[in-house]
């Protein structure tokens, strides 16, 4: 009885982490075209073609890696205090 309700804890919280990843991804997506320089850095690069567009966004993409190591650097640095 006390093991399935550890279980059953344990898969609550799984999904309110997962929700919770779920909103931060979807308000990155609502807010991402607000943030100035995001997909307009030199190193982005665009084709163009009749009726076609290919988008590979190297800079931006090594910027957003950049500021999330960053940030889960400092977050994993904090937990161990």
Request: charged share 15%; aromatic share 8%.
């Amino acid at each position: 009885m006390r093991q399935s309700m550890r279980n059953v804890d344990a898969i609550g919280r799984a999904l309110v982490i997962g929700g919770v990843v779920i909103l931060v991804i979807g308000l990155a997506l609502m807010f991402a075209d607000k943030v100035p320089f995001v997909g307009r850095l030199p190193g982005d690069i665009t084709l163009r073609g009749d009726g076609w567009t290919v988008y590979a966004p190297i800079a931006t993409s090594i910027v957003v890696s950049l500021v999330l190591t960053a940030a889960l650097s400092l977050f994993a640095w904090l937990a161990r205090r």
